[in-house]
Every structure is written in C-alpha cells, then in structure tokens.
C-alpha cells in the first residue's frame, strides 16, 4: 500500500493530463448544490463539495440508456435489423466519488454480475471505470455509513482514495487501475512517513463525528413473512406519498423499466430508472396488481433493502448510509426508523 | 405556535374519545430538525405525537382521497381550500370530516432555511413569530415572515373556509400589493426569453414525480404519464419530455390549484415548479372571476362555462 | 435554398370546421397544402396532449377549429372547449410558444370561403415565425444506423 503526495497546487495540472487518457467525471455545482457530470475540456471538479443530491451510480447505470436501435427506412443499410449500441470507447476515471457510493456500486454489482447473469451494459460502464474516491472528513448528520459496513474512509470499491489534508490531497493507492491513473496524471511524489498516521487520525475522526446510526443484527433471524406481515408497516409508512424521490437519489437502487421510443421510421430501445413506488411498477397485463395500495409498495422498498438482499446474498444491508433519502424526502420517511423498527420487532 | 399543538391534541383526543372519528390525521415531529412527518392517530393516548408549527408543509388533504373511514383532519388555510375541491370532486363526503381548522401564518422554506444556516440545519425552533435555526452559521433566529415559503407570501385564505373546530384564534388575512408580480415579470419576456427561462427552471428535474404525488390534486387512477396508448409523454429525461410533463401536470390543475406550494416543499430539487401553475390561477381570476375552493357546491372553471366567455384569441 | 414549409397539425370538429374544408374542396377555394388535418367529433375533445403531442413530434403549428359559439352538434361542446383552449394558449406561450404558433377558430359547415382565408393567414403566419426550434424531441440515434 502506498501514498502519494498530491499538492493542491499541482492538482489542476494533473488531471489536464489525466484528461489525456481519461474522460473525467467529477462533482460540479448546479443550482445551490452539486452533482457529478462529465467535465468538459477544461473544466474541474470542485473538490470542496459537501453532497450531491443524486449519486454517481448513474456512471455505471445511467437514468436512460439506449440499448438498441433500428431504422425502418430501406434506404438505408441495415434496415429492419435491431442493433446493439457500441460501447462508447475510452477509459473514464470517477474522480471524488464517496466512499459509500463506491460501496454502492459494488453492491449493485452483485445483480448486475454474477454467475446467472452479466448486464452487458452495466458491465461495459463499470469496466470503463476507474474510481478515484474523496474522503469524507466532516460527514454530514443524516450519514450513518459507518454502520452499514462502509464509512468516510473506506476503500471498497476504489482504485485511489483521496484524503483531503489541507494543502494537499494524500491519495491512497487501492489498485493497478489506480496507479495508472496516478501515474498518467504525474502523481509520484512519495509521501513521507507519516502519510498514513496522517490518514489514520483524519479517520477517526470522522468515524465519530457520524453519531447516527441504525442495528440491523437481528433481522436476519427473523422470517420474511413475519416481517411482510408485521401490524407496524400501515401506520409507520402512512406519510409516504410514493413519489420516486429516495430511489432515485438511493446510489443501491437498481431497478429499470424498458421503454420503446419511436419517430417516423426510427426507434430506440432505452432502459430508464424505474421505482418500485410507482403504481405501474408491478401493474399486470391482467389488471391486477399485487402492490396495490402505497404502503404496500413502499413496504417492498424497505423489505427489499433490508431484509431480502440480506437473506440472499448474506452481505449486509442493501444500503450504504449515504443519508440522501433521509434529507430529501418529503415525508420524511426515514429508512433508519424503519431499520431499527424492523430490527426490534 | 405550541398552544396551537396543544389545542389540536385536545380535539383530536375528544373526538377519538367520543368515537365521532376513527383517526385523526395530522402531523409529528421529523427525524430532522426542519421537517415534519404526516401521520395517522388512531388511538386517543397517541394524540401527544401531534404538532405544528411552520415545517407542516404537505397538504393533509392529500391523504383523504377515496379514505371510507370518519376522519379527523387537521387543515391550515389551503388545505381546508383543498377539501372544498375534494368534496366538490367527490373524492371525500363532508359528513365523514370532522376539520379541524388551524388558523396559518405560513410555512418556512427548507431552503431559505438551510441558507440561513450555511448549509445543513442542525437545530429548530419556534417561538412566537420568531425562528431560530442552528448550523454551520451559528445560530441565527429571524422573525418568520422572511423566512415563508414563496406561495405563503401571497396566501389569500390563511384561515380555514371550512371547519367543525378551531385550534386558535383566527389570524389576519394577507394583502399582497401585486399577487401575481411573478406571473407578470415573466409576461414582460419575449418568447425565447421565457422558453429559456423555463428550460432553466426545469433543469435537473429527474422526474421523480414528487411535485404530483405530494399535489391533493393528483388522483387520477391512471396518470398520463403512465399511459401508453398512445404515449404522450416519453419516461426518460429528455428536456421535450421533462417540460411536457410539467406543463400537462400544472394544466390540470388549472382551476383546481390552491397554490398551497406543496409540490415545490416536495421537490428534491428545488425546483419551482409553481411559475406554471401560478399563471393558470392568474387566468381563472382575470377571466372567470375564479378563485378556488372558497364555497362548497360550486363547480371548478373548466367544468362550467358562460355563453360569453372571453374569446377575443378565436378567429 | 428552398422555402420553408411549416407543418401545421389541424384539429377540426366533424360537424363544423370539417364540413367547411370539404365545403371549401369541392368548391375549389385554393389553399397551401401545409395542414395535416385530423378529424375530431367536437372542439371539446381536443385535449391538451393532443397539442403537446403534435410539437413534440414536430409540427411547427397547431391549428383548433369548431363550430360557432351556440351551433355546437352536442349544444355545450365548444363552450366548454373555450375555456380550455383560452387557459391553453395563455400557458403555452407563458412557457415560451411564440404568439401565431397555437391558433383556433369557429368556422361553420357553408364558411369555405372563411376556412380558405383562415388556413391562408395560419399558414402564411406560421411560415413567418420560421420552423418551430427545439421545441421537437431530438430523438437521438447513438449513431447513423449503417
């Protein structure tokens, strides 16, 4: 493991390097916030950011993507055929994504590549990638990542993690993919000794600045239906008005819908987010849909995250900490209420 | 605002007591400080968790579509606006209600909030007309009026229309001087100017659809956003797409909306979404004299007409 | 360069404005061939995605046309249209529609005369404001299909 001294003063010079075997992602501002965006020739993230409202996940898995294409028009070549989308060529580097929206991805990763199936698109996205994470050093009140196996620090999931230590970042190096970033960026000033005492204090005290947290320790000893059927689910989720909101800023959310657009004689077939808050979501053919009323569906949400994803993969909660649904929904449904309800019924 | 919590967890436990109703709806302390959650009481010992004070944004009447159970409601100004619509739609019958009226001076923005306070808000409270907020700022206290929601600074009915009981004393109605200075500040654009000036407005949207789902509004069983035969709207985010949804939302509701700003305190994105309803209000008035949910009985603008309706645009 | 030919999509009421535009056909009132006219049972079923839907896919106008105010077929159909259409033209162009772009008239079946000067003005004014831009959705291929 080691750690490279990056001043500040050199960093902007970097990535224009960086620029040369990369297409850079970084945190913007837009509005009165930020988010992550492909930054243009010449501009910069800015690294000073508190949060964004929407994760990166959109890198790996974007809102809309089109999948396929084809042309009715016999004038032209491959007429009637429906053809996949090439992958769109280059390497990208992530630069300043959160340790627990790297988490997130790694997460996501689980369904979209295993042994049953492999997404080709999510997998092409993610192999494109690499993950230059910045670490949190003054989380945010609504971030419980600490118990949800990540934290403001953690590596899983990144190539290099970025510590913010004032005139410089110190970068951690994680990975192969990683060094090369670094050394694509002339990074290589050695940092000296006391680099990871450095980190390690930044650390800590982060990891206790997050003094909210949720348990989750019993639920996996608990059975689905008796969880599924709990007397809790109508009233704790009343508020709930079951707009998309916390699924599209949820970095683990993972669920599309596949859509047919068609102008004249062109079409695409695109895959969008989709949220299981809608009613549409489980609609059948029939008529019928077994989630039929809100509470139902926002039931399916929390089951999903915190008790079947648990069960199935044995790898924690399907959720990372990030907070974001906790401060952006308008209800203020909190998944933390509900995970510590679930864990003590 | 807290004897006005009080006097709500009064009602709300005679009426439960009494089994005139069997909930109240109303709202509960947030998990955050500048936030308050909807919730259900069904039990009379429950009724404590009720409270209010400016982080009761969302509009109650929202939950009472196609409810068959007696219900105790709580309504600020514009929501009591929203039963009446509710009621005239027949989406709720006025003898299941018991409304408990709550005379409103307003809701505080999130945002203005959280600006106030340099970023994240960590501490609220309320006292008389003055709120403090505490951050990365400081503590800052203000008195509330400049700190309202947009909407509550042109509010025409703070008091509730309709109403079985009251939780305070009523308090005085606004007069703004311009109520529709926003509408007009974009009139005075030529087209490109305001073409631009709603493409930059609705940036960012992620069509979440927490504007419409937080709107008393919205109950279609199937919205046309969910249609697909035809599909009039695609359900990616293209900008066409995105601006086509805004503008069908807020089109029905013209003459429905009672500004009660619901669908900008939901959004995530702060994204104000109002500057297209808003215009339709303004048209209801200068045309039809209209202003909504003010009377029971009466039949919204688009579902009656005049034989000499204006129609100098009709060649 | 070729001149710009504006695609206007016309809704016409069946009973009315269609039987002028047949009325204006057979008596040989001479019209540019810009309108793409849809056939409707009355002025109140045009419904607001029906416009939208027709600038989204591109028309550079829309043209709205029913029976006079008191000859509906359904006796309140266009009465109630009015109120639509009034509240429709105000948003569309307080979001940016240029003013000529949305039209609407009341031409009764024996007006061929006033339906060939109305298309007339509607075409010639939406020609003036030159192709409806961005308001179409860019459906955007990754690529040229090969």
Known sequence: ?345 | MADVALKIREIARELLDSEKVDVVIGFKKGTLPVMSEPTIIRKASDTKDLIWDATCRLNLCNYLTGRKDRIGIIAKGCDARNIVGHIVENKIKRDQLVIIGVPCTGMADKKVLSDLAGGEVTAYSEAGDQITVSGPAGEKTVSKADVLQSNCCTCIKRNPVIFDEMAGEPVEELSPDNRFADVEAIASMDAAAKWGYFEELLSGCTRCYACKNACPLCYCPTCFVDESRPQWVGKGTDPIDIRTYHFLRAYHCAGRCTDCGACEAACPMDIKMRAFTRKSIKDCVDNYGWETGMKEGVRPPLDTFKTDDPEAFIR | MQEFEPKIITFLCNWCTYGAADLAGVSRFQYPANMRIIRLPCSGRVSPKMVLSAFRNGADGVWISGCHPGDCHYITGNYYARRKFTLLKEMLEHTGLEPGRIQFSWISSAEGVKFADVARTVISEVKALGPAKGMAKEFIMSQEVA
């Open chain 1, 1 to 345: 493991m080691s750690y490279i001294r990056i001043a500040k003063a050199s960093w902007d010079g970097g990535l224009e390097k960086a620029r040369k075997a990369y297409e850079l992602i970084g945190p913007v501002p837009e509005k009165d916030s930020h988010k992550y965006a492909v930054l243009a020739a010449g501009q910069l993230p800015d690294m000073g950011f508190k949060s964004t409202k929407l994760s990166p996940k959109w890198v790996v898995f974007p809102q809309s993507e089109v999948m396929f294409e084809y042309t009715l028009d016999e004038s032209k070549a491959n007429h009637h055929i429906l053809q996949e989308v090439p992958a769109a060529p280059g390497a990208r580097a992530v630069i300043g994504i959160r340790p627990y929206d790297a988490k997130a991805i790694q997460l996501t990763k689980m369904n979209f590549d295993n042994k049953d199936y492999k997404d080709p698109f999510w997998l092409r996205n993610y192999e494109r990638c690499t993950f230059v994470g910045l670490a949190i050093n003054e989380p945010s009140s609504t971030d419980f990542s600490t118990s949800c196996g990540t934290g403001p620090f953690a590596e899983e999931g990144l190539d290099v993690l970025l510590v913010d230590a004032g005139d410089a970042f110190i970068a951690k190096v994680l990975t192969d993919k990683g060094k090369k970033f670094l050394s694509e960026a002339g990074f290589a000033e050695e940092a000296g000794a006391d680099a990871a005492k450095a980190v390690e204090d930044l650390k800590a005290k982060a990891e206790a600045a997050i003094t909210s947290k949720v348990s989750y320790n019993k639920i996996a000893g608990k059975t689905i239906m008796d969880l599924y059927d709990a007397p809790f689910w109508k009233d704790v989720l009343f508020g709930c008005i079951n707009c998309g909101t916390c699924t599209y800023a949820c970095p683990t959310c993972w669920c599309f819908d596949i859509q047919d657009e068609v102008k004249g004689t062109d079409g695409v077939r695109v895959r969008n987010w989709d949220s299981c808050m809608t009613g549409l979501f489980t609609h059948h053919a029939s008529g019928h849909n077994p989630r039929e009323h809100e509470w139902e569906r926002t039931r399916q949400r929390f089951m999903h995250k915190l008790k079947y994803f648990v069960d199935k993969y044995d790898a924690g909660l399907m959720c990372v900490g990030c907070g974001r649904c906790v401060e952006q929904c308008p209800a203020n449904i909190d998944i933390r209420t509900v995970c510590n309800t679930l864990n003590d019924f």
